[in-house]
């Protein structure tokens, strides 16, 4: 059995090597950005979601409100 390894062997490991390592950057920053991006989505969608629940809450004040400017107008 040899016991020297074929420099070719060497050097496509070591290619593999070096392109994992080079790639991890970007692949770190890019899941960063989609993490961030998916945080501001949820964001907004509950902004929305407030603002749709207190137009509700300001529609039963005015008619509350608009109820009780009619009963006072009776009296």
């Known amino acids: ?32 950005f989609q993490a961030l991006s998916h945080a501001i989505g949820l964001a907004m969608e509950n902004a929305t979601s407030t603002q749709g629940g207190m137009q509700q809450v300001a529609n039963t004040a005015t008619s509350s409100i608009c109820a009780l400017i009619v009963e006072q107008a009776g009296k």
């Open 1 to 32: 059995m040899a016991e020297t390894v074929n420099g070719q062997i060497t050097d496509a490991v070591t290619q593999a090597n070096v392109k994992v390592l080079g790639e991890a950057p970007a692949e770190a920053v890019g899941m960063s």
